[in-house]
């Protein structure tokens, strides 16, 4: 294999999609050595088939605002990969949304997915639709909208959508009743994420969060560290920041900074309950700003224009979007000390972020094993509702520590390297890329 070439192939067929690009070429560096090793991937080029989506849906999305006039957003569904399963992705909702940026995040989760032990293949969705600022029947209109188009491509046993940016369980309800009324049959595994009177699961709505806490603890352990007393930081206030946020302190660690788009907020003492509780009510409230958080809560100080990094921390979780933590971000957090980061978020630190600490020796651990908790317990969620059973919220919650210990242990394994040390990113790549491949290959050239 030759990552140079396949790249510039790649780059031919789908020019300017940087993310996507971007995925591809850190997944293609961490396996180059291995996959030369298996002559039998080159002769089935497993590579060249594996890095281009089964297929992409794209379709208008025409709903009507308040006013009662028209809009017109793009929807997507890209299903990546179902080598090992049924197709499952979130889908986001989110004005920077477009082709690039969802084949990225389904060809992520295709590896994602494998690391969770689950039957799960890859897929990732979403709208240029921008919930900012919108009413609930706004978004309610839009999401029947959005489903009006794409519920012949969904099924419990062909596409599972879930919840990712700017979708939470307000609009995977409104999603769902729209696919029950189209469909004119009740089965609740078609979207997961749903409410726990209508066929969620319990934990779901913290499992992105809770999970990336488990593997950090797992890793911490591994280096002979305890989180306990250790400062954390966190950027975003949405599902996942809130699950992090909730289980960091659970853990006995000090959540002492969040943020969003207009800046930062400094929580000197820690994050209290009533703090985290806050979170969900902040998200929901479409302004997608952090300021109220420091006016609710005397304190803490909002920083207009600053990131979750210029916080002095033990710890930091990117927890909002991809390429939030650039090189300067991880130079800043590196000057103050910090010897930890875990993407929360899908591809959430720049390469120019993850040489940098990885060049430092500090831990690091990307997305695809850190956050695959979320979709771990969607996997839980469909298979309670195809057994018609609700689990309690021990027994995900020990499923969910079974999972991600799982995939750390998997890390280790295809990442340790001869001089002792644990390449997480390598060993993310690596585990998942090798799943899939054999899947593959097994089932023949289609």
């Not at 969904?154 to 879930?162: L, N, R, S, W």
């Not at 600053?306 to 971000?329: H, M, R, T, V, Y």
Request: hydrophobic content about 40%; some cysteine.
């Amino acid at each position: 294999m030759n990552v140079n070439q396949l790249m510039g192939d790649l780059e031919k067929r789908h020019p300017g999609e940087s993310e996507y690009l971007q995925a591809v070429k850190e997944v293609l560096e961490s396996i180059e050595e291995v996959y030369n090793q298996h002559p039998e991937y080159e002769a089935a080029r497993i590579v060249e088939r594996i890095v281009e989506p089964d297929r992409v849906f794209t379709f208008k999305v025409t709903w009507i605002d308040d006013a009662g006039v028209p809009q017109v957003n793009i929807g997507y569904r890209v299903q990546f990969n179902s080598a090992i399963g049924p197709y499952k992705g979130g889908l986001r909702f989110h004005k920077a949304v477009n082709p690039s940026m969802l084949k990225f995040l389904g060809f992520e989760q295709t590896f994602k997915n494998a690391l969770t032990t689950l039957p799960m293949g890859g897929a990732k969705g979403g709208s240029d639709f921008d919930p900012t600022g919108k009413s609930n029947a706004e978004i309610m209109r839009f999401c029947q909208a959005f489903m009006l188009e794409l519920w012949h491509n969904i099924g419990v046993d062909t596409d599972v959508p879930a919840g990712d940016v700017g979708v939470g369980g307000r609009e995977i309800g409104f999603m769902n009743g729209m696919y029950q009324k189209l469909a004119r049959q009740y089965h609740t595994g078609v979207l997961t994420g749903k409410g726990e009177t209508w066929g969620g699961s319990i934990l779901r709505p913290e499992a992105t969060g809770y999970g990336a806490l488990y593997f950090v603890e797992y890793m911490l352990r591994r280096a002979g560290k305890d989180i306990k007393g250790k400062t954390v930081v966190v950027s975003g206030f949405g599902n996942v920041a809130w699950g992090a946020a909730q289980k960091a302190t659970e853990l006995g660690a000090k959540v002492i900074g969040v943020s969003g788009p207009d800046g930062v907020v400094l929580i000197p003492d820690g994050m209290t309950t009533e703090m985290i509780d806050y979170l969900p009510v902040l998200r929901s409230s479409n302004q997608n700003i952090v300021e109220p958080f420091a006016k609710k809560f005397p304190g803490t100080t909002f920083t207009a224009g600053k990131k979750a990094w210029s916080i002095k921390c033990d710890i930091a979780l990117p927890c909002a979007f991809q390429n939030e933590l650039n090189g300067d971000d991880a130079a800043e957090l590196l000057k103050n000390g910090t010897w930890c980061c875990a993407e929360v978020s899908n591809m959430g630190c720049t390469p120019e972020a993850i040489h940098a600490f990885q060049k430092a020796g500090i831990l690091f651990a990307p997305g695809k094993a850190v956050n695959a908790g979320g979709v771990a317990t969607s996997g839980l969620e469909m298979t309670q509702n195809c057994m018609h059973i609700s689990w309690a919220g021990q027994e995900v919650d020990e499923k969910l520590h079974f999972i991600m210990e799982s995939i750390h242990e998997a890390c280790v394994k295809f990442g340790t390297g001869k001089d002792g040390k644990i390449d997480y990113v390598k060993g993310a790549n690596i585990a998942g890329f090798m799943k899939v491949a054999q899947a593959m290959l097994e089932q023949g050239t289609i």
